[in-house]
């Protein structure tokens, strides 16, 4: 059975000859065209995975591409074990330090350290370097309600500390600990049995 557009003219009755021209042009053409393209995107994407994301945002190159994530860094701090919340969104029992700079130690920094039993607190206020004055109190979701006592009169000031504007410090010194256990031995009373 032969096709009704065998024996019609036009585009589809063309010769044997030019078919096969045409054939072989459109083949070389597609394969350049395929080729170009793959080595295209291949220099595109060496040039992305060469290169910091930022540069990309300075030389004005697309948003879509800006949108990418950037490379994830390594951080040595974020491979130790940090508490998480317990069931009522509260820190777990432990020590804790809090700065106004992320670096501990760092001079005209506040800091405090503390220890949580059971949703109360008792620690240090401290400048490095300076005198620290103890507290003691509670925590609640995100803030310390404490009592600061006054190193030189021994007098108390309620004073409430909103942890969400401190950084955690992981690492506690020793000489953290070491004010830390002054505050404990000197206040421990004031908080009951513990």
Request: hydrophobic share 35%.
């Amino acid at each position: 059975m032969t096709s009704r557009f065998s024996h019609k003219p036009g585009l589809l009755n063309i010769s044997k000859k030019y078919s096969q021209k045409w054939a072989g042009c459109l083949l070389h053409k597609s394969f350049r065209l395929i080729l170009t393209l793959g080595l295209a995107a291949i220099a595109i994407y060496l040039t992305i995975t060469s290169l910091n994301l930022s540069e990309f945002k300075a030389a004005g190159i697309p948003k879509a591409i800006a949108l990418l994530p950037q490379p994830a860094k390594f951080d040595p701090e974020s491979s130790k074990t940090k508490p998480t919340k317990d069931a009522n969104g509260l820190l777990p029992d432990g020590i804790y330090l809090y700065g106004q700079s992320p670096q501990p130690d760092q001079v005209e920094n506040e800091y405090f350290v503390f220890e949580l039993r059971q949703g109360k607190i008792i620690g240090a206020f401290y400048l490095p370097r300076s005198a620290f004055y103890c507290f003691y109190g509670i925590l609640t979701l995100t803030k310390l309600d404490v009592k600061v006592i006054d190193s030189f009169d021994g007098s108390s000031s309620p004073y409430s500390v909103n942890l969400q504007n401190y950084h955690r410090i992981l690492r506690v010194s020793n000489n953290d600990r070491r004010i830390l256990g002054v505050c404990k031995n000197t206040y421990q009373r004031q908080l009951g049995d513990r």
